[in-house]
Every structure is written in structure tokens, then in C-alpha cells.
């Protein structure tokens, strides 16, 4: 290795110096040759710094190359050889774009397994491929081989990868093992590649098979055979890379090469800018069409035949081999009975024998005419030639021909082809006639009738296929006649078609009559029943169709099973719907419709709720709407479910149908049950219903109720706390007070609790059928808020509170006002009672409010039940004073020459209140109110008349006289005078009981201490 030294400078003096020092360094003893050692004496004779600092650079330098030589040495047993790069190829162009997994092929070529080697790739810039991308700077990867059997060959690929972005140019890469083994020759490989700013190639896919390939085509040995005078399009496949804006021309075509690689024939066509504008993409390219001048077996070169742009060749062009051949080959295969190809038996008439014509050959042949002719048994030509003409054979194809035969008896039968087809004649002519001798006789006619449809049942709206066949000997032309009911011309082919409702409802038979060639004569029959196909529907969630021998409709129905019934189904299982579909007929309600099947298609999403899973919908029968006895379906009745939407139901007849299948739970909450207490013991259970009320399954509440002491304190249990259904029906046996609505929310106890009884209630949802769900109940009177169980039972109150207000007092007022006069013209409504009273003290069972009541009747034991309170409700402060005003304009308000009675009754906190009064209590009030009206217009009374003169001018006798003639006074004079007789009579008895009284009282004061006297003693004496 050279190195140039070139510049040494310093002030005045310059020294250019060209030193050729080959670096002779050993590492090991750092010895160092003559031309080095002469280089640092020069340094330090001149004393020049700058010299030994350049000389030891040079030094380093020499070293540094050394090192980077690879310095590898034989540790490896084994021949493990790199034979051949695979990606990149060598000497071969890329765009600068791509990055590249770097892989190649190793191959073991000793006689032992070859253990796992360390494989390396390097890549560096320039033509290195002799020194291996000593000291270049590189890009490296590496890979450990797998083991390798001997003889092994594998494709090792890296993991890692190696991109020279926007650097074209020219590259090597070095694939290398890390040790050499026994054989280091081939222990690494170094080759160049090249990548290119715009890149621009075209690559064949060679495993694709680009022959023409028809059915049209001979074949021989699984080649396609071509015909020479022809032409077969192709086309290529491949990969077109190119670039924007790049300008990319190609010559595409193909030659066909003799064994001497001579061309027999080519074509060429020029391509213009292939694919996309960027990056690689598929394409498929039509080429010039294929043909040879000559037959034979050629080699067909194909692809870029040349291009000025495409830089990689080595894609460019595949070949395949192709087969020309012009050799033809017609035949007469077999002849035979048209009606069976293994019978000897030729029968009477037409199409009665078949001939099959083959092509072996490798030419299609076209437009060819086979002729028939019948000889007798001596050869003498009897009739023909008759003609089958225009055949055309593929390659490998065939052709059948048939001919009449209106001949009896032993016959000779010649069939022939031409043996020469324009220029090309037949290679095997022997094959292209047949001659057999047959017997031709008359074969039976054994006619047939069938339908289009084998059941025999139509509809109205079908259409009705009546087909008749024959013994396949039959002697033909045949005539056919169909008859409806025997008579009735229908029709005078094989097969005859006609709407069913050209019949009418109903069952009718066809016969058929056949004549063949000969006159003879025979007859089939068939049998057929039309029903009417009916349109069946019934709101948004059913349809289908019926088929009845009467004009009918569906009579449909859905409806929710009857609630608080149950079906006795399966457990699990709850009824849904009710559905009813009769067939009814239209035209006389009271008929049958004659009904032969009906088939329906449900749409569940308008008939349950989408959350009931469709998978398990089950259908019944039911006797009728009202029944619960459900019956499993018929045999000739099926019930499909097809997925979340869609059911169906076929049936021989309609009825009142059951849907069944398993509700979701019913998540619903009674909530919070409260009681509140109302007036005479009763009570007012409410809770707060929340969740799915609305779905159509839930039946609503049931209230249940337990009654007992106060000292009992037993409620019923939390719902948390008992999980047994069958515990639960215990505890709620007997108990059940009211069935309630979903929407529901308080229910009034109609029995009233009587004071010192208490009640605890259940709530519990129910499905439609009545089913308690126990898990989403909700009890009152318990509750477990701090972790210990809390019972506060409800007990009952009748009593009313006997508490009375103090100093009730009532006076009246006219209030002389002219207002007052002006809203009714009537002074008697201008009066007001005002009423005064102290409320009294508070007590703990006592008054909370008052009631005012006002009656006209002195009450006495009067129940004010019955009444209406002109004030309710009225709350009070304790001993404070209350008032009241009640106005005579109001409605029903006091009037004069009136007596009223006012009561306050007491109301306690529950609503009792004391009802039942009597006059004497302090809360009420008696004002009788006064006419008052004259105290204000004493000035409208008019003077009195002057007094009559008395008789006889007594004054007494006068007042007598007046006295006489008032009704008043006469009834008191008589009144008097029957008291004057009683007392006339009685005061002597009187005064004789008061002597005996006196005489008894005087004695027991004598006999009894201290003066003590027993009542009923003096109980006689008063009787």
C-alpha cells in the first residue's frame, strides 16, 4: 500500500517531498521498515515539529488500513459455500427508493450436518467487490444459518435491512461468514448492483402460463394442439415499474424458434409508458396474436423483445414450448335404437336411429353433412340417402344424429362421412362408414298422463302443466288430444298448459287420446282438484295465504292472555299472546271454506316485546279464547321461528293458537311503603312503582296485610332475608287484602285497625298470570339502616280528642251599611256574628286543629258527621285567643229572628274528631240574632192611634175585655183553673207525706252515729 506525502510548510522554506513507503509494520513487534525509520530521523535533524507530527501521522494511518483488511483464519470444521446472491441481484439496477432485505442461498457441502454460523452482509458505495469494502464506510447485518444436512441447500433471508435514500450510483454488497471453515474460498461472495433516480422495468411472471387455451383446442398429453392458417390471441403478466413523468417505450412480441433456434415466425408491437406513474403495479398485456407457418413442436420466446428505457434485462424474456399440428381425424362411432342404445331392436317411425360422430383429430371441423341409406338384405338400395347436415366438431368433441325409419322388416343400414374436408384428408378413412344389419317392427304406444305438479292440487292463480308420454318405441308422428271430463276438447299436444282458473273450484279429470304413425289408438287419464288461493292478513303482524275451495278471509286476532290465569305450562314458560286465525268463508259465513291448507308469516316485532328471546317461542292449541287446557300442535302443523323477526305456522286448519316462550324478568320496584294514619282506625297504605310498568307481562301489585297486638311487634320479615319461594307462600297465605294496578301507587284499607292493633304490609309485583316475584318486593314497618333490623309498627286510632276551647262566646252586628244594602237590596244579610274564644292548653292525646260547625237546632247527642264545617282545619297556639266573623251576605250567612249554635270540635293529629256534642259543653256557642234594623229607623215607625173609649168608660173593664178575646190569655185562664183542681186536691196528700217524713227523719237521727243518712232511705217518699 502507497501513501503520498505532499505538503510540508514552514515560513521561508518549502519541502515537497514524494515518499513511496510500502508500510512494513508488524503488530507484533511494532518493527518498522528502513524508509519509515529515515522519515523520523529527517523530523528530529531538522527539528522541525511539524514533520514528526506528520511522519506519525502517516504511521497511524498505515496501521489504521491494515486493520481494516478482514483477518479471518480457519476455526471452523465443515464446507459450508455461499453460492449466489438472490436479493440484490448482481450486476443489476434498483430504484434508490426501495430498502432490501438482503437474502442469498448457502449450501452444506460436506459429508456432516453443518452447525449454526454467524452470516453477515455488508453494503458500501463504489465497485468493491475485490477487497469486500475494506475500510468504506457500510451498512452491515447479521443472521445466524439453521443447521444443514449434508448436500443441504437452503435461502438464508435477513432480518435487517439496508437503504441508500436519494444516493443512486453504483453499490457492493459482501455476504461473508464470520469464521472461514475448511473450504475459505467459498466463505464469502462480494458482487455490485446499481441504484438508479428514475427506475424503469419490466418483469415477466414466468410461472404464468401464457398458451391460448380454448375447449376448442385439441389437447395431447395436457398440451394444447394449434392449427397452422390460424391465429391465437395472448397476453403477458408482470410487474411495470416506472416513475412521474418518466417517458418509458418498449418492443413486446414473440418468436418462434425450430430445434436449430431458427425463427419460423415473430411478431412485435411497441408499448408506450406500461402501468402506473409510480412504483411497482401489476399488468396484463395483450400481444400480437400467435401463429406458424409450419407444424411442429416449437420453442416461443415471449416478452421485451427490446427497449431503450427498461434498465434489467435478465426479466425481460421467458419461453415455453408450443405444438402446431394440422392432423385430422373423423369417425363413425356407433349407431343404434334412438330409444335405447343397448337394444338390437329397430322399431317404426321417426327419429328411430342414432348415430354418434366423433372427431380424434387435431382440426375443428365444420358445416359436414352424415347420410344414411337403407338397402335390403341382398344390397339393393332401397330408400336415401337421408341427410344430417351442418355438423361442426371440436377437437375431442362429438355429434349425434338420428333418422326416421318407415320401413318393416330386415333391413341393410349404411351411414357415411366424407373422407377428405378441403385440403386435408381424413388419416384413418377406413372409420368414416358403418353398415349394420337390423329388423325394424312396430313397438306399442303405452301412453301416460302426468301433471307439472305430481300432488294433483292447484290454486286459482296456478298454472296447470298436463304432459302425456309414450313407450319410447312407439311408431311416431304421434297425435295427441286431451279431453276435460271426456268430451271437453282441451288441448292437442304432448303437453298442453292452461290457468287453473279457466276450470273453476273443484275436482275434474283429463284424458288423453293418442294416435301414432300406424293408426293405432289409445288412452290415458289424470286426475286434478283446483282450490282458490287466498290472500290472508290481519293488521301489521301476520300474512300468508290459504287454499280453500270457497272464496274466504282470514278472521285474526291478538290478544294478551287472560290476567291472573294461569296455563299450567312447563315451568319456566309464561303465555304471550293469544292468537286467533279462522278461515272463514266469505261467501256464506255459515259455510266451511274448505279449507286444504294455509300458510302464515308472523312479524314478531309487532306482536311481544323485543327483549323475549325468539329461539324459545313455542305454539299451542287452545279450545278457545277463554280456555287455559292447552293441546301440543298436530302433526300436519309446523311452527318455525327463522330469527329475531320472522315466524311462520303451516297448517291443514286455523284455530285459537297459544304463544308461549320465557319472559325476561320484570324489573319493576314497589319502592318505599309508607302508612298513613286516617281518621277511625283506618289506614292508607302508598308506595312509589318505578321501573318497566308499561311492559304488557306485568299484572300490577298485591297488597298483603298481618294484624296484631302492639305487643307483638312481629312485621313481616325483609324481602333480603328470605330467599325460599315456598317459605314466602306461607308467610302470605291467607294474608292477601288487594289486587292493584301497575301504575297504582296507594290503596285505602277498607278495615278499620281498632286502637291498640297494629299492621305490617307486603307489596309484591305479579306477572299477568298472577306469578309473585317475592325477590322485588317491599315490607313496611322494618328496616335495617343501621345494620340491626328496626321495626316501627303502624297501629290504630279511633279516638277523638275530648278537649273543649274556653269562654266561647257569640254576639251580633247590624252593620247599617249601604254597600251591603246595594249587593243583595236586603238589610236582613247585613248582620255578622262575632264569636270570641281562648284556645285551650296542649295536650299530648289532645286537639291539633278545630272544625267550626253552625247549626240552627239546639244539639243535642247531634252527630256532625253529617255536616259540612264553615271553617276547617283551624290550627291554634296554645291559650292564645281566637276569633271568628260570620257574615250574613255570604252564602247561607246568619239572619235575624235566627237562633245559632256554634261548635268547635276538636281534631287530633290522625283526623279524629269529636262528632257527637251536646248544649251545656264549653265549645259551644248559642246567638240568637236580634232584628236591628229599627234601632236605625225608629224615626220610619208611625204614631199609634188614639185609644177606644172602655165600656163605660172603665179602664179596667176595657184591659178585661181585650184580655177575653186573646187566644193567649183564654188557653192561660183554662190552664189555670186545672191547676187550681189539682192543687185543691193534692196539697192535702202533700201536707200528710211531709208529717210522715218529718216523724221518719227525726227517728233515724236518733239511731244513727254522726249524723250519716242513707240515700234510698227517703227513696218512697219522693216516689
Known sequence: MYWWLIVIKRRKWTLIAELYLRVGCNPNIMRCNRDTLHSYRLAVKRGKKKAIFFTLTMLISSLAGLASVPIVSASKPGDLAIQTGVVPLAETNYSQWDAFYPQIVVQNLDDSSALART???????????????????KKTGTITTPL????QVKAIAFESFFEYYENPG???IVFRFSLEDTNPSNDKLAYTFTLVDEFKDIELFEEVDIRPADNDYARYEGEWIY????????????????????????????????????IIASDIKTITNPGGEW?????????????SPQTGEFTLRYGVISSPDDQNDYNDLTTTQVIFDNTMDMAIEQMYPAYQPSSSSYFYGEDAVEVIVSNSGNVSISNITLALEIFNVFDDFESGPYNCENISIAPGGSHSCKFDLFVLGSKKIKVSLPTSFGAIVDAKPANNSLI????????SISPAAFQGDSSGLYDTSDEIMLVSTVASTAAKPLNYTWFLAGFISFGNTSITTFNASDLGM????FMVRVEDALGNIANAYTYLTIYNRTHLEAGDWVVGEAITRANAELNGAINMPISGVSYNLPAGDSALSILTLEVVNTDDPTGDPLMDWMGLDFNLTNMIPSTINRTQLQLFRLPSTISTQWQPLEEEAVWSVYDEVNASLESSRGGIFLLVGVLPEIVVSPGNVAIDLQPGGFLKVHWQPTGELDNPYFGGWQVFRDTMPVEANLPFPMISEVSSISLWNQIVANRLVANMTAYDNEWHDPISVNTGDCVSYLIFPIDRQGTLDFSRGAVSGISNESGILDSHLTCGDKIAPDTEVLNFRGTDTFTNDSECWSWYLDWNRCYVVNLTWTWPAYEIDGARTYNLYRLQLKPENVNLALLEPILDNISFNESSAGSFEDYGWLHDGPLPYHTYYYILAPVDEVGNGLMVHSMGEGSIAKVYVEDQYWLYRDYLIPEPPPPEEPPGGIEYLGTVNEYLEDETFQIAGIVFIIFLIINMIGLPILRRKSKRFKWRLAKKRKNMPSGEFDDDEFAEFFQ
Open 506 to 509: 273443484g275436482d275434474h279429470m
Open 227 to 262: 392449427n397452422t392458417g390460424k391465429t391465437y390471441p395472448f397476453s403477458i403478466e408482470g410487474i411495470v415499474t416506472s416513475c412521474v413523468g418518466c417517458q418509458f417505450e418498449a418492443d413486446i412480441g414473440w418468436q418462434l424458434l425450430d430445434d436449430n433456434s431458427t
Open 279 to 291: 412504483g411497482p403495479q401489476l399488468f396484463n398485456i395483450s400481444m400480437p396474436e400467435l401463429f
Open 436 to 443: 349394420e344389419v337390423v329388423d325394424i317392427t312396430t313397438g
Open 170 to 172: 453504483q453499490y457492493t
Open 148 to 151: 444443514l444436512l449434508p448436500n
Open 119 to 137: 452470516l453477515i452482509w455488508d453494503t458500501c458505495a463504489g465497485d468493491h467487490s475485490v477487497s469486500f469494502c475494506a475500510g468504506q464506510q
